[in-house]
């Protein structure tokens, strides 16, 4: 079947296979929702708002990722009232929002049209633009002193495209004017309605910023977004540069490096764009506020505390808020689901002007996204792989307690000068440190009160098969699997976890606290060692891929992987 002359490349039995066999889907709350019916009026209207400007902001995403998105999208849309088929591989589509990538399982992206690839610098670039070529013009230009344009073609905030022989580079602003205008008048809207002052503040700045080619605006947008703690609604418009793999191989080439330094310019990878939009949920914000509450007495129990500044000092205030939230949607890079959906994210990113200069940090965490498990497969793997005595102790909810503990792991330790300074390996020295912090200060918790034993018992049950047992073997890229592997078999090697002959995990509860105390001191002298070679040499010692770990991933596939999520919209 032609969707506007593409052939759709999966057939009609694999997309029903992908969509009703290896998909979950993420219900996100309707206007049915108790939180939403105890909103006020202004409130309730302000959230309508809020949503249009999600959706409107969707079709900026889509011209971001490739270039044929819109249209594909478009003709299935079409397409779909007429044909089963169509109708599907729109689901599927939808569910990518693109028509192609990776499934976080298959080493190569799936397509959905014959013919039509992603490109390393998304719709950034022109597509018909090699590395090789993008370097070349980069060197032309600075030979012909053009140093203000390249400083935009390698900004966070630009389209570029061709120009002659040359590139230029078009701020967000105007390549998507109609757009975040369109948006800004909807923010402008909610403001008015909304009885929330400090939401009302930030929606003014976020829309001016929307208006006008000027990073400064969105600093200041930053600022105002990153402070709010008590508001009622919840809105984020999410800048993270994680798909352009064009802007950052400049790196590679030395004399390209060479001139970016000489002319002080900075090269930033390509901003994604998303929205979220949702409701803050008290209860499970007050207990995210309980945790935060400890940060400073934990601080003063990290090793090492004194060979480095600590981030939160006794009388530093922790510019870090936090919020529990119900999502109501969820658009642009938000819902390109692809291989993996996040349940909390940190913001802004550190190449961010507004962190930069002093600004604090608001972390989100999605309640509809944790909430949604695979609770059969979750019980067949109990059932085959962990022994009967730790089954009590198994509790969704007790992962939730563990990424809390991850999160605001982060802010512990030694900081970003001594992470950057691993080099290739931070990323999963950082994590890895962010999960042994969550779980070696644990028993602290117990101690302050927040938690009880049994939650302890949970926590370190649940992490145990929900973490640490991997589908796949992990490659460098993916830090969070690598440091997984690094605490499995850390535990293993100190018998803190075991397995008998029937392959069944046992916990040894009474261990589990001083050997993550051991652990999380090698981890943090590794980052002191500001030594890349060391960081290697720590990896490459725990991420061995033993029989344990090949028995679990092979029994975790035979149960079926589901990489795909559809997530339903109710406003
Ligand atoms: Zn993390």
């Known amino acids: 079947m032609k969707i506007n002359g593409y052939d759709i490349a999966l057939s009609e039995d694999d997309l029903k296979q992908k969509l009703e066999k290896q998909s979950i889907t993420i219900e996100l709350i309707s206007p049915e929702f108790e939180g939403y019916k105890a909103l006020s009026e202004g409130d309730k209207k302000a959230l309508q708002y809020l949503v249009n400007a999600a959706k409107i902001l969707n079709k900026v995403f ?5 270039s044929l998105n819109l249209a594909q999208k478009q003709a299935l849309e079409a397409a779909a009232s007429e044909s089963e ?60 002193g053009k140093i203000d344009e390249i400083r935009k073609i390698l900004s966070a905030r630009t389209m570029v495209r061709r120009n002659g022989n040359e590139l230029k580079a078009i701020d967000y602003t105007e390549f998507f004017a109609p757009e975040f205008s369109e948006i800004a008048n ?43 703690q008590d508001t009622p609604l919840e809105f984020t418009l999410s800048r993270e540069n994680y798909e352009d793999e064009m802007t950052p191989t400049v790196f590679d080439n030395p004399e390209l490096v060479k001139l970016l330094e000489q002319y002080h310019i900075e090269a930033t990878s390509k901003d994604m764009l998303g929205i979220r939009v949702g409701i803050v949920n008290k209860e499970g914000t007050k207990l995210l506020l309980k945790f935060k509450e400890h940060m400073r007495a934990l601080a003063e129990l990290m ?29 642009g890079d938000y819902a390109a689901v692809r291989g993996g959906i996040t349940t909390a994210q940190n913001l802004p990113n550190n ?8 600004g604090g940090r608001r972390n989100v965490y999605h309640r509809q996204v944790r909430q949604t498990i695979d609770i059969e497969k979750k019980r067949k793997i109990l059932a085959n792989m962990v022994s009967k005595e730790l089954h009590e102790f198994y509790n969704p909810e007790a992962e939730h307690i563990f990424v809390i503990g991850h999160e605001n792991g982060h802010s512990l330790g030694p900081d970003s000068s001594y992470q950057d300074a691993l080099g290739l390996y931070k990323h999963i020295i950082e994590e890895h440190k962010a999960n042994t912090v969550s779980i070696t200060f644990m028993p602290e918790y117990v101690k302050n009160h927040t938690i ?48 008998d002959k029937n392959n069944k995990l046992h916990i040894n509860f009474e261990d589990f606290a001083s050997v993550m105390d051991k652990l999380l001191a090698e981890t943090i002298a590794v980052q002191l060692s500001k030594s890349s070679v060391k960081a290697k040499e720590f990896i490459d010692r725990y991420t061995n891929w033993s029989e344990n770990s090949a028995h679990i991933a092979s029994e975790i596939q035979k149960l079926g992987v589901k990489p795909y999520k559809e997530i339903r919209t109710h406003f």
């Open 85 to 144: 088929y169509a109708a599907l591989a729109l689901r599927f589509f939808n569910s990518y929002n693109g028509v192609e990538g990776l499934n976080g399982v298959d080493k190569e992206p799936i397509e959905l049209f014959k013919g039509i690839k992603g490109f390393k610098g998304r719709n950034f670039y022109p597509e018909d633009m090699s590395v090789e070529e993008f370097h070349k013009i980069l060197l032309k230009m600075f030979a012909a």
């Open 303 to 331: 090793p090492f505390k004194d060979k480095y500044h600590q981030n939160i000092g006794q009388n530093s205030e922790l510019k870090q808020t936090m919020v529990d939230v119900d999502l109501a949607a969820l658009s």
């Open 452 to 499: 009880t034993t049994k939650d302890l018992k949970e926590v370190y049950t649940t992490w145990v098969v929900d973490s640490l047992f991997l589908t796949a073997q992990p490659q460098y890229a993916q830090a969070h699997r690598m440091a997984d592997l690094i605490e499995f078999n850390y535990l293993l090697e100190n018998r803190v976890i075991s397995f």
């Open 186 to 228: 909807q923010l402008e809207l909610a403001a008015h309605y909304t009885d929330d002052e400090p939401l009302k503040d930030y929606l003014g700045w976020q829309a001016q910023a929307l208006l006008q080619n000027n990073e400064d605006m969105d600093m200041l947008a930053d600022k105002h977004w990153a402070v709010l």
């Open 62 to 66: 889509l011209c971001q990722d490739h």
């Open 351 to 358: 190449d961010k002007l507004a962190v930069k200069t002093g």
